[in-house]
């Protein structure tokens, strides 16, 4: 049984640990805040080191080969709908398959319209799907792509062509393919219904 003596000596032996832990470490927080006899201030204390950096994509390379592909097609697919011709644009070293049969598709209906395309689209593709596996490696790119300044125009009169569409922002897909180790856009969809 403890008598009130020994409870209070007990309690008073735990205020006094207390107070000593509390006096050490405002000694040890003010000791590495103050000034050494020369006057200069303590260095800071070490940081951690730092976290290691995220592992690099291993497929990044490819990723913006796809990319500056995509960007080279649309920059054909421009001067053919620009021109009104396929020749001296490069399109066939960018697109192949579906994809150049579309784009000569179109071109043919601007040119039996008298139509030209100004301007230029707004682009933001990214690629969502990298399969190096396949035979041949293929690729998907997905783009919300904003046609508000990519203008069908009448070429004799310059006027701008009434179009039926008011949204101007599309999602696209384009599938890529590498091929003799270059990577060609095969085929794409525009979404009509799907906005961004």
Excluded at 32 to 61: E, L
Aim: with cysteine.
């Amino acid at each position: 049984m403890t008598t009130a003596r020994q409870h209070h000596t007990r309690t008073a032996h735990h205020r006094l640990l207390a107070v000593a832990a509390v006096a050490v470490t405002a000694t040890a927080l003010t000791t590495g805040c103050s000034k050494d006899d020369k006057g200069k201030a303590s260095p800071p204390p070490a940081s951690p080191s730092a976290s290691p950096s995220p592992t690099p994509d291993p497929q990044a390379a490819e990723k913006t080969a796809m990319l500056a592909v995509y960007r080279a097609f649309w920059d054909a697919q421009l001067k053919v709908y620009a021109t009104g011709t396929m020749k001296d644009t490069g399109i066939e070293k960018v697109g192949t398959d579906k994809a150049y049969a579309k784009v000569q598709t179109t071109r043919i209906y601007y040119v039996d319209n008298g139509f030209v395309m100004t301007g230029a689209p707004g682009l933001s593709p990214a690629v969502t799907r990298v399969d190096m596996a396949a035979t041949p490696p293929s690729a998907t790119i997905t783009d919300c792509i904003d046609s508000t300044n990519y203008i069908k125009i009448e070429k004799q009169s310059g006027k701008p062509v009434e179009t039926l569409d008011k949204n101007r922002r599309h999602v696209a897909t384009y599938t890529a393919l590498k091929i003799g180790g270059a990577w060609q856009i095969r085929d794409f969809e525009i979404s009509r219904d799907q906005l961004c």
